[in-house]
């Protein structure tokens, strides 16, 4: 565990991929949990972050990471296009802002936005909640990898600073 100061007094763990194919090391906010999974036909590997005690995702708190493998990848731009397509299609879908941003060395895309969902989407009764969402998307050695965290837009910087750290300590293990 690591105690790093300046950062809302988060403390964080090591987290390394058990899945070959996800080749990260990172630090995440401690005592949460996390879960490993793939996509239908391996398209994609994950790792999902979310807080001890709270049912596993989807829920309203989480980071991801996700790579698509490069047999499954098509590209940045259209990763990124995909992504925005898909979340302009909530309702409320905003984009907060878009930019270009230097990530493990690579030109990574950074995408904020708004919208609303279901609390929980398993649920059909569940409420409406407003939500803000920070995507970071790049690509190196072929992968496409995705960098997500969301939360309820009124808790959105709660742990803001925490996905800031997932992401300064990212490294792709050899």
């Given at each position: 565990?690591?105690?790093?100061?300046?950062?809302?007094?988060?403390?964080?763990?090591?987290?390394?991929?058990?899945?070959?194919?996800?080749?990260?090391?990172?630090?995440?906010?401690?005592?949460?949990?996390?879960?490993?999974?793939?996509?239908?036909?391996?398209?994609?590997?994950q790792a999902m972050f979310y807080p001890a005690g709270k049912v596993k995702p989807p829920q309203p708190?989480?980071?991801?990471?996700?790579?698509?493998?490069?047999?499954?990848?098509?590209?940045?731009?259209?990763?990124?296009?995909?992504?925005?397509?898909?979340?302009?299609?909530?309702?409320?879908?905003?984009?907060?802002?878009?930019?270009?941003?230097?990530?493990?060395?690579?030109?990574?895309?950074?995408?904020?936005?708004?919208?609303?969902?279901?609390?929980?989407?398993?649920?059909?009764?569940?409420?409406?909640?407003?939500?803000?969402?920070?995507?970071?998307?790049?690509?190196?050695?072929?992968?496409?990898?995705?960098?997500?965290?969301?939360?309820?837009?009124?808790?959105?910087?709660?742990?803001?600073?925490?996905?800031?750290?997932?992401?300064?300590?990212?490294?792709?293990?050899?």
């Amino acid at each position: 565990m690591v105690n790093l100061l300046g950062c809302s007094g988060f403390k964080f763990e090591k987290y390394s991929g058990k899945d070959p194919e996800l080749n990260v090391e990172l630090e995440y906010v401690s005592g949460w949990q996390h879960a490993e999974d793939r996509g239908a036909h391996n398209s994609y590997v994950q790792a999902m972050f979310y807080p001890a005690g709270k049912v596993k995702p989807p829920q309203p708190l989480m980071a991801v990471i996700k790579i698509i493998p490069k047999d499954n990848s098509s590209g940045l731009d259209n990763a990124v296009n995909d992504l925005v397509s898909r979340r302009l299609k909530f309702k409320d879908g905003k984009v907060l802002s878009r930019s270009k941003v230097k990530l493990l060395g690579v030109e990574a895309a950074a995408v904020e936005f708004s919208y609303q969902s279901l609390e929980n989407i398993l649920k059909v009764n569940s409420p409406l909640v407003f939500y803000k969402e920070k995507d970071i998307l790049f690509k190196k050695d072929g992968n496409i990898y995705s960098l997500m965290y969301k939360h309820a837009a009124d808790k959105y910087y709660e742990f803001s600073p925490a996905f800031d750290r997932l992401v300064k300590t990212l490294k792709l293990k050899k």
